[in-house]
């Protein structure tokens, strides 16, 4: 698969500080020098438009960190929405054994804190109360531009950047009860977004690229986002219809089929385990696991 070659942006903690920079061939170049004082995080960054800005300001400078000598963050540490969409690729269903098998004519829709996440080469967090983490890979968009009820022709407008996720899940409690996923959804660092943010420039990077989720090298889940039953455009149009999108919210936008659960018997993740995201011109989201201290 090819990896990223467009820009790329990073979240990153050095020596206890949460900074951020463009990630190069070879490093990272430090940008917070440049812009902290404006822009504290990357969801100003984002709120202000100036991504392109970051951009330019790395172009042709040389790396001053190594990726080794930092930890990865996930790229939007507070945004007001953290909103995913279930059931978004055929045969999705079976996975639920519920007995559903039929596409629904709406998206499927839950809601994640950001505390359930962490970022790139950080360990996702089996907790002792199940064994049955699971790994979900998904394409994650960054809304860029606000708006109610935008209209799906216009959708792309509002994107500003997109990114990695792998939705990980504790099976076992999303089916405890008949309406409600939340709970299955949200344990402390049991999910990861990341490596970074990939400025979105044009339909292109979306409209039908490939993504795969391999464990221990292992690929479990593979399908191209041209097969997604709700595409991007409409999950922006929905999604604002009910609720203002503002900078910032991410939305992250269904796995393929293949998840844990699928096999017989299930396969859950477990300390030492190694899961790999990765979707052209995005990169490769990588995270390890281990069991909660």
């Known amino acids: 698969m090819v990896t990223a070659t467009r820009p790329r942006i990073a979240a990153f903690e050095l020596d206890g500080t949460a900074r951020y920079g463009l990630v190069a061939q070879g490093g990272i170049i430090d940008l917070t020098p440049d812009f902290g004082a404006l822009y504290p995080g990357l969801k100003e960054v984002i709120e202000a438009g100036a991504l392109p800005k970051l951009v330019a300001a790395g172009d042709g400078r040389a790396p001053t960190l190594s990726e080794q000598d930092v930890r990865f963050?996930?790229?939007?540490?507070?945004?007001?929405?953290?909103?995913?969409?279930?059931?978004?690729?055929?045969?999705?269903?079976?996975?639920?054994?519920?007995?559903?098998q039929d596409a629904k004519a709406f998206p499927s829709i839950f809601i994640r804190f950001p505390r359930s996440f962490v970022g790139h080469g950080e360990n996702l967090v089996r907790p002792p109360e199940s064994p049955q983490l699971d790994y979900e890979g998904e394409v994650a968009i960054?809304?860029?531009?606000?708006?109610?009820?935008?209209?799906?022709?216009?959708?792309?407008?509002?994107?500003?950047?997109?990114?990695l996720c792998n939705e990980g899940t504790i099976r076992d409690w999303v089916r405890h009860a008949k309406f409600n996923?939340?709970?299955?959804?949200?344990?402390?660092?049991?999910?990861?977004?990341?490596?970074?943010?990939v400025p979105f420039e044009d339909a292109?990077?979306?409209?039908?690229?490939?993504l795969e989720t391999r464990v221990n090298g292992e690929v479990r889940?593979?399908?191209?986002?041209?097969r997604m039953m709700y595409d991007f455009r409409y999950i922006v149009s929905y999604v604002s219809t009910f609720t203002t999108l503002v900078p910032g919210d991410v939305i992250v936008c269904g796995t393929p089929t293949g998840a844990g659960a699928r096999f017989d018997p299930p396969i859950w993740l477990k300390p030492g385990d190694v899961i790999e995201v990765e979707a052209e011109g995005i990169g490769i989201l990588r995270n390890g696991v281990e069991d909660e201290a």
């Open 73 to 100: 963050l996930i790229p939007l540490a507070n945004p007001e929405k953290l909103i995913c969409i279930g059931v978004n690729f055929p045969d999705r269903n079976a996975e639920y054994k519920d007995g559903t």
């Open 142 to 163: 960054v809304i860029g531009k606000g708006g109610r009820r935008i209209p799906q022709d216009a959708a792309y407008d509002h994107i500003a950047a997109l990114t």
């Open 221 to 226: 889940q593979q399908d191209r986002t041209g």
């Open 204 to 210: 292109a990077q979306l409209d039908d690229i490939a």
């Open 181 to 197: 996923v939340t709970q299955g959804k949200n344990w402390d660092r049991s999910g990861s977004i990341g490596p970074w943010l």
